[in-house]
């Protein structure tokens, strides 16, 4: 696999923006991911298998209207990469507009670690 980052987050962006958030997962994530919501920590956001079920939930409770991909910014030296998303959906049937930020920290072409950032 290829340990391009940007290459890697293009890839799991056009995932996102064409319904396949799962298969995506399953390509970048690493085993030992961990994810968590505006930067609060989670003990059931540790691992892949957890936050897969998490993102599995999420999709099977969403609907999509819109999505737009903003910013982009990769850091080599780091391993690090942000993205800004604009969401038009519905959760749980209530329907909701969010821009949000999410940072990543990469490892050997897998993501191990995720925040996302947005207004509560």
């Known amino acids: 696999m290829s340990h391009d980052i940007r290459a890697n987050l293009t890839d799991l962006l056009d995932g996102l923006a064409t319904g396949r958030l799962l298969e995506v997962f399953d390509k970048y994530y690493d085993d030992n991911v961990v994810m968590s919501?505006?930067?609060a920590e989670d003990p059931a956001r540790i691992?892949?298998?957890?936050?897969?079920?998490?993102?599995?939930?999420f999709v099977a409770?969403?609907?999509w209207f819109g999505a737009r991909i903003g910013n982009i910014a990769v850091d080599t030296v780091n391993n690090t990469s942000s993205y800004e998303?604009?969401?038009d959906l519905a959760f749980q049937g209530n329907r909701m507009q969010r821009t949000q930020?999410?940072?990543q920290t990469w490892k050997d072409g897998k993501i191990i670690k995720e925040t996302f950032y947005y207004k509560a």
Do not use: D
């Open 37 to 39: 919501e505006n930067g």
């Open 47 to 57: 691992g892949k298998a957890a936050n897969r079920g998490y993102e599995a939930y």
């Open 61 to 63: 409770n969403s609907e």
């Open 85 to 87: 998303m604009w969401m």
């Open 101 to 103: 930020s999410a940072v």
